[in-house]
């Protein structure tokens, strides 16, 4: 098989099925007007990507609709891509007010209705039909061949560069990489399409005003360049967004499952500090005895435990980012306060210990980092039996 025509099929198929989850999308959030424009876009592209393609597969339905009705079909959704493309950066920068960039894109889209127009009537009322010139050399010249081109490639050449500036600025406002890497790539890919498509044309156009014969091979080669590989670039420009979506979904996943597993193995030493000082429970449902493990809670909570813990312990004797220097340091403040009740109950009252107290706590770059600590502390503990096994195994951790 050709290797161009497998790479128009899958840069095809990438485009239909990324117009397809975008469609989903919609589903979900049907008020949203820069989603409704750039799902009606990629519509668009995938019926020129799609059917754009010389295969004998798509004959049939090419020829339902007849060689110059075809034409006026491709051309409109080229038209309509590119108002679509400009339109969803328009809408989608809510920097402006909401009526302002509505107003904007009617209009726009009243430039769009005049250039299609404008595509179909010079094309009907043209004695030739708007032929190539070696067809009808001395028509060439012909004012109805100018407003033809203008209106088809100037238009969508326009369009496109308006929405690639727009883009630009929108880029700015983003932060996830996934998101700017997606932004580049449809920017650039776009671009490409813009150039090797609509500024191919005009140039050739422009340059046969002067020469009828004018067709430099360049010309062809740069103008398969640009349909067929700007199109794949903005194929996996645009796939990366829902892929980016499921990687994020998964990823998100992971660490829910992660943090239940962390926060299952600190049980044991969080029912020992919230039986210890029971006012550090956070207010509401006990999350951990209704069977479902809740990570910040539970972190929560053993760290304000910790921080009333602190006057029974005795400083650190290293870095507390070494679980065993807390561990020690907590366990002694744990027997002290065992140590206590027993002298209340004989009647000995202790003096408690006056500020400042010792730090048991480090600070952590990162959650997981965080879990880990805690972990490695509960299960040191738990060795040297200062804190006992947990019996409450919860009935499920999500």
Not at 75 to 80: F, H, P, T
Not at 120 to 132: F, H, N, Q, T, W
Not at 292 to 297: A, Q
Not at 381 to 390: C, N
């Amino acid at each position: 098989m050709d290797v161009e025509l497998v790479i128009r099929w899958t840069k095809g198929v990438v485009i239909c099925a990324v117009a397809i989850w975008e469609i989903v999308q919609l589903s979900r959030r049907p008020n949203d007007p820069a989603l409704r424009v750039l799902t009606l876009g990629l519509v668009f592209l995938a019926i020129a990507a799609t059917f754009g393609i010389k295969t004998p597969i798509l004959e049939p339905i090419k020829d339902f609709f007849g060689p110059e009705v075809w034409g006026y079909i491709l051309n409109g959704c080229w038209m309509a891509m590119a108002y679509c493309w400009a339109t969803f950066f328009l809408l989608a920068n809510t920097d402006k007010p909401e009526a302002q960039r509505r107003r904007k894109a009617l209009i726009e889209l009243g430039f769009l209705v005049a250039a299609l127009v404008i595509m179909v009537v010079v094309k009907e009322i043209s004695v030739d039909g708007i032929r190539r010139p070696a067809a009808s050399p001395e028509r060439y010249h012909d004012w109805e061949r100018t407003a033809w081109y203008l209106s088809v490639s100037g238009y969508a050449l326009t369009v496109w560069f308006v929405g690639v500036r727009r883009a630009l600025v929108l880029r700015r406002k983003l932060s996830q990489a996934w998101a700017r890497a997606a932004f580049w790539i449809v920017i650039v890919g776009s671009a490409a399409m813009a150039i090797g498509v609509d500024g191919v044309v005009l140039v050739r156009q422009f340059g046969r005003q002067f020469d009828t014969k004018f067709d430099p091979d360049w010309l062809t080669s740069l103008y398969s360049i640009g349909q067929l590989g700007g199109q794949f670039v903005l194929a996996l420009g645009l796939a990366l967004v829902p892929l980016a979506t499921i990687v994020v979904s998964l990823r998100a996943r992971y660490e829910k499952s992660l943090r239940a597993r962390y926060s299952k193995r600190m049980l044991p030493l969080w029912r020992t500090l919230t039986a210890e000082f029971p006012y550090v429970a956070l207010d509401g449902v006990d999350s951990v005895d209704s069977g479902v493990i809740d990570y910040d809670r539970v972190t929560t909570e053993i760290t304000d435990g910790l921080s009333e813990l602190a006057r029974d312990c005795p400083a650190p004797t290293g870095d507390i980012r070494d679980p065993q220097v807390a561990a020690d340091a907590i366990a002694a403040g744990l027997l002290r306060r065992a140590d206590q009740r027993k002298a209340q109950w004989a009647g000995d009252d202790e003096v408690p210990a006056e500020p400042p107290y010792p730090r048991l706590e480090p600070d952590f770059p990162d959650w997981r980092s965080r879990a880990q600590w805690m972990t490695s502390v509960t299960e040191l503990l738990r060795s040297r039996g200062v804190i006992e096994e947990d019996e409450h195994e919860p009935a499920s951790a999500g």
